[in-house]
């Protein structure tokens, strides 16, 4: 298929889809849209999250910072600002702190930005417990100024579009090119001359940006928060999980992930949480075993591979052991 | 402040610094020896901690019991765990690089089976027992006596291993696999065979400072993952692959707590830690005492 009919095509599911969602509403209960909107919020983060990990392969758990971040900037301005110039705010803080953050630490690879990013999420997280706690005299904040619910939901399905949206524009940008080939073979691209920096610094921005407005965003639904709510390390494992078993590589995978993952969760929210949590940890294991390009990845000659080693087992297990033997 | 007073203080850090010291321990002998960063490290903490507030509550079997069969458990988990993940990951990871990613992708699934796992079997409400309550005076300073044993106990067992990879053959082997894991193969040495077992051991000591530090701490299922974050700071300060580094990081680390809480303040705690921690990554990523 040529670049322009993938374009096309990407494009158009794109549009069915948000004509499915913008109609969701009208037909579905309370708890139908609550659950659309679950689902929208981590359309956005996963896509957004995968546009800069998936493509250079750097595993980021900073998401809850981003999202904590804009959440609190939306929060504190929302009665001064109006509503889109307060999700703006959210956005650019969370792009502003990826900056910094992204400077430090994006020199190094592996697990090593990882943890980095983890151990500053949960610095920023407790530092922010303090400074309320010691300055402000407070544990959270009441939220006064609420839009209605359909402008939260609106304003969600408009960041998950945009998300994907800029997923699309960025693969086919010299940007994308730039992320690709970092994750492909880092020195070898900085070799042809990709200033690798640079294009590490604003990808990690562009999807931050994305993780503050959604907390700018979806702050007002909580109308209470606190640091422990929206600086709360599980939405970022959440999204990091969702788009790696959906496969973080691909434009549709964190999409078609967040979409069952959230529907399975708000489902089985109310009986069993833990159920929900546990058969997620169980995937990510399975699929980083057996399909580690997540399950967009999913062909039919993988499952004959599978069918093919299961009943391979046996003789190849009397074959190494013979191996050991030999040598 | 009196001398008593700065006893207790250093006392105190020096007791937690025990504990940190156990549980960084283990998490060095994965990620020194395999390069498996195991963020699910602490949750082993927390399963040894709730075995033995179980065989205490339900069968009154002594904590000090319990640890010791908590350890054998725990280290056939680990024997199990690394048949079933981690064996096959090594065999179809290209390289290191990416054999080290993936299995931190692994251990973060292996953070939510076992932390859920455990809040839906025994819920999220902290629990506790009393064993060995009674105040022991120490020089002018008073300690509970399962404190005391505590860091008595972590602290023999932190001692032993040390000197158990110092001076046995398996211990060379060990050390030989973290200098050069190709040279040591070379050699004779049967990674098949120790890289399991030291995974196996690795989630022992978890386990057996998790059922020790029941005694003194109350534990919920949450209880687990500040133990690993502390654990990760405490070998990056040491070093990856330096056991004594460990030993000595974990102690010193307890007692910067230790002073930190007291003057400070207690919400001072994570931020002093989690400050340290990204410092010492950022300047120093090979840790504080490595050439």
């Known amino acids: 298929m040529s670049g322009r009919r993938i374009l096309g095509r990407d494009l158009s599911v794109l549009a069915v889809l948000a004509v499915i969602a913008l109609a969701l509403p009208a037909w579905v209960n309370e708890f139908g849209v609550s659950m659309a909107l679950t689902c929208l919020m981590y359309v956005a983060l996963s896509s957004s999250w995968s546009l800069f990990c998936g493509a250079t392969r750097y595993l980021s758990l900073a998401t809850s910072a981003f999202f904590g971040i804009g959440a609190y900037a939306g929060a504190l301005t929302l009665g001064e600002l109006p509503w889109l110039a307060a999700i703006a705010l959210g956005a650019g803080a969370a792009a502003a702190l990826a900056v910094v953050m992204g400077s430090a630490v994006l020199h190094l690879r592996g697990t090593y930005f990882a943890v980095l990013t983890f151990g500053m999420t949960e610095l920023i997280r407790h530092a922010v417990t303090f400074a309320e706690k010691q300055i402000a005299g407070t544990v ?28 699309i524009a960025v693969r086919r940008s010299r940007l994308g ?20 920096r640079r294009a590490k610094v604003i990808g990690f921005a562009i999807s931050a940006a994305f993780a503050g407005a959604v907390g700018a965003a979806m702050s007002v639904r909580w109308t209470y928060i606190d640091p422990a709510t929206v600086f709360n390390p599980f939405i970022g494992f959440q999204t990091v999980l969702i788009a790696l078993i959906g496969g973080a590589a691909t ?21 069993l949480p833990q159920l929900y ?9 399975l699929s980083v075993l057996y399909l580690p390009g997540g399950l967009a990845s999913l062909r039919p000659g993988i499952l004959i591979g599978w069918r093919d080693a299961l009943l391979a087992r046996r003789p190849a297990r009397r074959a190494g052991a013979g191996k050991v033997r030999d040598a | 402040m009196s001398f008593g007073a700065w006893l207790e203080l250093i006392a105190s850090g020096l007791i937690t610094g025990g504990v940190y010291a156990l549980v960084a321990l283990g998490l060095n002998l994965q990620y020194g020896l395999m390069r498996i960063l195991n963020i699910a490290h602490g949750e082993f903490l927390m399963l040894g901690a709730f075995a033995a507030w179980l065989a205490y509550t339900y069968l009154g079997v002594s904590p000090l019991l319990t640890a010791p069969i908590v350890f054998v458990l725990m280290v056939v988990l680990g024997l199990l765990i690394h ?10 990871s290209p390289d290191l690089d990416v054999f080290e990613a993936r299995g931190l992708m692994v251990a973060f699934g292996l953070m939510f089976l076992v932390q859920n796992f455990a809040s839906l079997v025994w819920g999220g409400e902290l629990r506790g027992y009393d064993y060995l309550t009674d105040p022991v005076s120490v020089g002018g300073a008073q300690f509970a006596a399962n404190k005391l044993l505590l860091a008595a106990v972590a602290l023999a067992v932190s001692v032993a291993l040390i000197v158990v ?14 200098q050069s894991p190709v040279g040591a193969q070379l050699v004779g040495i049967d990674t ?58 974990a102690l010193a680390l307890g007692v910067i707590e230790a002073l930190g809480t007291h003057f400070g303040s207690p919400s001072l705690k994570p931020l002093l830690s989690y400050g340290l921690f990204i410092a010492v990554l950022l300047w120093k990523p090979n840790g504080l005492f490595k050439r």
């Open chain 1, 251 to 271: 434009l549709w995978g964190p999409l078609v992930a967040a979409i069952v993952f959230s529907v399975l969760a708000e489902a089985l929210r109310l009986q």
């Open chain 2, 83 to 92: 048949r079933l993940a981690f064996r096959r990951l090594a065999a179809t």
């Open chain 1, 177 to 196: 090119l730039a992320l690709a080939g970092i994750g492909g073979d880092e020195l070898r691209a900085q070799t042809l001359g990709v200033d690798t």
């Open chain 2, 192 to 249: 098949a065979r120790l890289h399991p077992l030291m995974f196996g051991i690795g989630l022992g000591l978890s386990g057996l400072a998790g059922s020790l530090l029941s005694m003194t701490y109350a534990i919920s299922p949450a209880i687990g993952e500040p133990y690993t974050v502390t654990a990760l700071i405490v070998i990056t300060l040491g070093g990856f692959g330096s056991m004594t580094g460990s030993l000595v990081a």
């Open chain 1, 140 to 167: 959270g904040r009441v939220l006064v100024f609420v839009p209605e619910p359909g402008t939260v939901y609106l304003t969600v399905l408009a960041l998950a579009v945009l998300a994907v949206v800029t997923s």
């Open chain 1, 277 to 285: 949590m546990m058969a997620l940890g169980l995937l990510l294991i």
């Open chain 2, 165 to 178: 990879l110092r001076r046995s053959l398996l211990g060379k082997g060990v050390r030989a696999l973290m």
